[in-house]
């Protein structure tokens, strides 16, 4: 990996283990018009205005809550190793890193590891509060939206 990834004891992370074979994981992950679909909470929609997966490229973009507004989203790419990992850090509050790894267990089966890497306790202890849960909600958006792509 070209680009060192920070630890902090400030990192949350969730697990999948999901029964679809890893290139078809990361396009889920990688290509706007799927991944718009199961991106965030459940009950939430998106809105891409700049999807640019490369180093130093921008991610921008409106999360809809279902009942609380608009949610605007920027993100800069920092390293992206095709399929095995995506990693970017948010311009937005709360201000945190994100690091996706994939690991292929099988041809069809795909272990995801998503780590929320902060340098504020404050934020950390904030968001540590609901990310878990949400998620969860998100891995279950991601399973339902791989099952309709086709392979």
Known sequence: MSTSIPTTPYTITSTRTIAEPIQKVFRAWTEPTHLKNW??????TNTFHEFDLR???KWKLTMHGP????????AEFITIEKPTLIYWKRHSQPLFKVLATFE???PKETKIVFKMIFDAP????????FAPEKNEE?????????????D
């Open 104 to 106: 292929e267990i099988s």
């Open 39 to 44: 991106w965030g909470p459940n009950d939430f």
């Open 138 to 150: 998100n891995f279950d958006r991601l399973e339902a939206e791989l099952k309709r792509m086709k």
């Open 122 to 129: 404050k934020d950390y202890e904030t968001i540590q509060k």
């Open 55 to 57: 180093p130093g490229g």
């Open 67 to 74: 009942e609380k507004g608009n949610y605007e989203n920027e």
